[in-house]
């Protein structure tokens, strides 16, 4: 599949942009497949199918069925308008084979919009449409009305417009001031951070304006008014959008790079490197594709390279070799001339059109190399040496037989070597981790491995001294070497042995707050307080027993000495009274269980007077009763 | 009515608000609901057109990362595009802020333009505002600075996220262009969206959290390969970054639930890395024909700019068991029911909520019960019963989830103990005490009669 190395291009090319000024951005096979996939969408309106079918025919394709195509634009025609004869017109012109029929009305309706009264716009929609259907049309008019219109609407999409419409006329016309145009436009353009240039109305202004500038320039065969740089920023402005918004967008990227790759004076070049720039033992050949911004390639173009040189040691190791041409991909044998592993400024020049701009380029190749690891010794060494290390050596990519034990008053070592597997030569790359995974818990702590003079690698962990790189945690840690450079083909992750380390204070590891922070917290059940412990109920009832057994006796006493109530006389006080009296205790356990003090005493005070007026009575009664029994 | 409800709210404009009324009667919760709907779908309109400024490093991005800003005008952002230089920049005009979020897209700025500086991002962010910011390799000192006032440390300028393990085939040569696996997001798919097995391109700078601020979110992380330095200089010191520590986007909740996210690429939103295929280098690998680029990019700024993970409180209601309203004080080891209506925003609308660990608290300075609330219908609800203790209690819902706003809920009750008339009358342990009595009771009643109705018996007989 193609899109990744394409898109490594863009990569690339971004890279390189920020040396010297070359294109950043241009169409990359996939970026132009994706403009015809949008630019081939079913037509909608007449506009849509200009856009459509000129944009497509500006990229070099067409589409899909062209008879289709004239037959919508036949029935959508609308002989009265002149937007619609101008879409219509220019879209049969990209088409073979289709005739749009014009009457004497329509051509009166054109000519009647080339006037200082219509727009811009109009003038260049009427003036397209004549040179399109083959009528005739006085140039110099034109020029005159444009001129004039010029003066009133005085911004960059009418100017442009204006120019534009130019590009139909004779050319034996005179542009006058219109030429001029070109070069106050480009005055007006914004430079933003020296890489991009544009209007500020947008990408498609921008793009308008290259494709008028080039057209018309061809059109009259002068050189565009546009120094190498800013061709350079007004590609990059151009093509750095990668998804267009609607189809007069996509239209307007289709015609400019329509205009940048093919026009008489300034052709933009793309060097990229095919796939990733680099060159090792197994692939030496470094392959360049030289095209234009619609990634055609320039085969009539030669590529030389005037220098190459190390970027860290500065050595110039070539010097005007030529690239050879195959199959439109100019390759070079770059290790033919023994370059060390590492990075190289290539300047390549590119040669035979005088038309090309950008054609220094700075590049950066890569010579990549394979790495391998040598005298690998473990050892684990006691702090006052007083036994003798014992080492072990192990070879990758197996792991060392058994695991090593380090406490707190022993070492654990680790040397090995890293050597280029071409060359044999000893090699230091970027990243030479050792790294220590806990598997139980997650944790893992990298260390850097540094090489001594002689290059040998060597790596200690001091149990004591790192405990707190490790949180204290004892256990079992993988110990793996990572190695890994921008120039080894083979990256090493090699897990080299399993060690168990032991730390001497092994505190618990603090919480940490982020975990929980977010997690659920326990539950929490309320416990209710325990009723107290209550003696026997045994107890309590043969004390009730006890307690109730004094109003027995009184009973049975009394029943025994004969107690009566003989003299009880029905009379009302004497009813009342006890059963008033009744009352009152009852109400006393009534207060017990329901009542308050208050309610307790009001019933009282009812209650009570009654009795008492009740005994008052029954007392007396009673003694009037004793005294006439006397 | 001691009742006394308070709710901390999602929005800043209604937090405010609330945070006025101190005194509510249990009558007044019904108006009060009402309220929140009236304020909820004030909230809805503020969010579906969030006043987003976007600063840029130049206007061209705009472009190149047209995808990225047309899925968010698409989603009804309202964006002003700005060079971050600007001079006309201004974040808070007359002690106002003059937008909801803020994207900064420009890592290279040394000097922000007009009146935004990182003070006034940080108290943007301190505001509630919500912050995307994208960096790389060529980060300048501002968004340092922003980033460790949020407890995130980016690289020095010029360093890179480097993996010779897992870089894309299409590397340009520093292997800098890093394939992360979608294993290294975090688990949250609030976040970052729904799991896919997609890998993730990124090309840019890389950071580290702050170990002591805990609200610091490990968005994505390098492998373990993964290490952050100046790819073309030898490593001479232990780099800022190594391993699972390398942050490659970091997010942040505030706790004002403001949300900010630091990405350490640019690149990650750009259109090239959202169309791109990807494939790491590795022999053997898998091809995938599209990053996971624009479906985590959507997912983040969805969650950043809280159109995900916001949750609100509705109604609060609490009664004993059996009754309808709340009684003025709850009496100790009453059975109680509780209820409370919660709800997400959810494509601009709000629906209830689906969570199953939302725990309830009955708070008195420390808590006394502390159990999951079930889910009802659309509300949550448990019945308990209070604990033996009285004092004012606070029935508190503090949700706080990776992911989800911080959704707080209190409401102040009484719990009065046992009246004196509700304690137990007869405990069989007194027993001989109450027959004592009764017995003393019926004793005098009956002497009475016999005392005053006796007839004595003639002497003689």
């Keep these: 599949m193609a899109q990744p190395r394409l898109f490594s291009l863009v990569l690339l090319t971004v890279a390189l942009g920020a040396q010297a000024l070359t294109p950043s951005y241009h169409l990359s096979l996939s970026d132009v497949a994706r403009l015809q996939a949008l630019l081939s969408q079913p037509f909608t309106d007449l506009a849509s199918a200009y856009y459509s079918i000129v944009g497509l025919s500006k990229l070099g394709a067409s589409v899909a069925d062209e008879n289709d195509a004239c037959h919508f634009l036949k029935a959508q025609l609308d002989p009265m308008s002149v937007d619609s004869l101008f879409f219509a017109a220019e879209a049969s012109q990209a088409i073979s084979d289709c005739e749009i029929p014009v009457s004497n009305e329509t051509r009166d309706i054109l000519l009647a919009a080339v006037s200082e009264d219509s727009t811009v716009t109009q003038i260049f929609r009427a003036v397209s449409a004549l040179s399109s259907l083959g009528l005739p049309l006085a140039s110099q008019e034109v020029v005159g009305a444009l001129v004039a219109r010029i003066a009133k609407e005085d911004n960059v999409l009418a100017i442009t417009t204006a120019l534009q419409t130019a590009t139909r006329l004779s050319q034996q016309a005179d542009f006058g001031g219109i030429l001029e145009e070109i070069e106050d436009l480009a005055a007006r353009l914004d430079d933003l951070g020296g890489v991009y240039l544009q209007f500020e109305e947008g990408l498609e202004a921008t793009a308008l304006f290259v494709t008028a500038a080039y057209t018309l320039s061809d059109h009259v065969d002068t050189e565009p008014p546009l120094k190498e740089d800013q061709v350079i920023q007004l590609v990059n402005s151009v093509f750095s959008k990668k998804s267009w918004q609607s189809l007069s967008e996509a239209f307007s990227v289709a015609c400019a790079a329509a205009a940048l790759s093919n026009n008489r004076f300034q052709v933009p070049v793309i060097v990229s490197a095919q796939g990733p720039a680099t060159v090792s033992h197994n692939q030496p050949i470094l392959q360049l594709l030289v095209t234009d911004v619609l990634s055609n390639p320039l085969a009539s173009a030669s590529v030389v390279v005037e220098s190459a040189q190390a970027v860290v040691s500065k050595n110039v190791i070539l010097t005007q070799a030529p690239f050879s041409l195959r199959d439109g991909i100019f390759e070079l044998n770059f290790m033919t001339s023994q370059p060390a592993s590492g990075y190289y400024q290539f300047t390549v020049a590119i040669t035979g059109d005088t038309r090309l701009v950008a054609s220094q380029v700075e590049l950066k190749v890569k010579v990549s190399t394979e790495v391998a690891i040598t005298n690998m010794d473990l050892s684990v060494v006691d702090k006052d040496q007083s036994i003798g290390t014992k080492t072990s050596r192990v070879d990758y990519p197996f792991k060392a037989k058994g695991s090593f034990t380090a406490d707190s008053h022993q070492n654990f070592a680790m040397t090995f070597q890293l050597v280029d597997v071409n060359t044999g030569v000893e090699l230091t790359p970027h990243q030479t981790f050792v790294r220590l995974h806990n598997h139980k818990t997650g944790q893992e702590v990298v260390f850097v491995a540094e090489p001594d003079s002689k290059n040998l690698y060597k790596f200690e962990l001091d149990t004591a001294e790192r405990k707190s790189e490790f949180d204290s945690m004892s256990g079992t840690y993988a110990l793996h070497l990572i190695v890994g450079d921008a120039t080894l083909e083979n990256p090493i992750l090699w897990n080299v042995a399993d060690v168990v380390l032991k730390f001497l204070d092994e505190e618990a590891p603090a919480a940490i707050q982020s975990k929980t922070l977010y997690m659920p917290k326990p539950d929490i059940q309320h416990l209710f307080r325990e009723p107290e412990k209550k003696p026997p109920t045994v107890v309590s009832n043969a004390f009730t027993a006890l307690v109730l057994s004094p109003f027995l006796l009184l009973l049975i006493l009394w029943f025994k000495l004969g107690a009566n109530i003989s003299n009880f006389s029905f009379s009302p006080s004497a009813v009342l009274f006890h059963v008033g009296h009744a009352c009152m205790l009852g109400l006393m356990y009534v207060y017990w269980t329901h009542l308050n003090m208050f309610q307790t005493l009001k019933y009282l005070a009812i209650i009570g007077s009654l009795t008492f007026l009740a005994g008052n009575r029954m007392l007396a009664q009673k003694a009037v009763k004793r005294i006439a029994s006397k | ?461």
């Design chain 2, 1 to 461: 009515m001691a009742t006394r409800t308070s709710d901390r709210q999602t929005s800043r404009g209604s937090s405010t608000l609330l945070s006025n009324k101190r005194t509510l009667s249990m009558a007044q919760t019904k108006s009060n609901f009402i309220f929140f709907l009236t304020m909820s779908s004030m909230m809805h309109m503020a969010l579906a057109d969030g006043k987003t400024l976007v600063l840029l490093d130049n206007l061209n991005i705009r472009d190149t990362h047209s995808i990225f800003f047309r899925s968010l005008a698409d989603r009804g952002f309202d964006l002003s595009f700005k060079t971050a230089d600007d001079p006309s920049l201004s974040l808070i005009k007359y002690g106002q802020f003059l937008y909801d979020h803020l994207i900064i897209f420009s890592p290279s700025v040394e000097d922000f333009g007009g009146n935004i500086n990182v003070e006034t991002i940080t108290s943007f962010i301190d505001g509630g505002g919500n912050v995307l910011v994208a960096a790389g390799s060529d980060i300048g000192d501002p968004l340092r600075e922003l980033g460790s006032e949020c407890g995130i440390e980016f690289d020095e300028e010029k360093t890179a996220v480097i993996d010779h393990h897992h870089y894309d085939v299409s590397d340009p040569g520093e292997h800098t262009l890093i394939v992360a696996d979608p294993e290294n997001l975090l688990k949250a798919p609030t976040i970052v969206g729904n799991p896919s097995d997609k890998p993730i391109l990124f090309k840019g700078v890389g950071m580290v959290a702050d170990p002591d601020n805990p609200l610091v979110l490990d968005i994505l992380t390098g492998s373990s390969t993964s290490y952050s330095y100046f790819p073309d200089r030898p490593i001479s010191q232990y780099p800022h970054a190594v391993g699972k520590n390398t942050l490659l986007i970091a997010g942040l909740q505030a706790r004002n639930n403001a949300r900010v996210v630091f990405s350490g690429s640019l690149y990650f939103f750009s259109d090239a890395f959202f169309n791109s295929a990807v494939q790491k280098a590795t022999p053997g690998s898998q091809r995938y024909a599209q990053t996971g680029n624009m479906e985590l990019a959507e997912a983040l700024s969805q969650w950043v700019f809280k159109e995900a993970g916001v949750l609100r409180v509705g109604a609060v209601t609490h009664h004993p068991v059996g009754e309808s309203t709340p009684p003025a004080a709850y009496t100790i080891t009453d059975l109680v029911e509780y209820s409370v209506v919660i709800e997400m925003l959810s494509k601009g609308s709000w629906v209830p909520f689906d969570g199953k660990d939302i725990q309830l608290e009955f708070v008195r300075i420390d808590p006394f019960v502390r159990t999951y609330l079930k889910k009802n219908g659309d509300k949550y609800s448990i019945q308990f019963k209070l604990p033996d203790v009285y004092g004012v209690f606070q029935f508190k819902v503090d949700y706080n989830r990776l992911g989800y706003t911080h959704l707080y809920s209190s409401t102040q009750v009484s719990v009065r103990p046992l009246q004196h008339t509700q304690y137990d009358r007869f405990i069989p342990s007194a027993f001989p005490y109450y027959a004592s009595v009764f017995s003393m009771m019926g004793g005098l009643f009956v002497f009475s009669i016999v005392f005053l109705h006796m007839k004595e018996k003639e002497k003689s007989d």
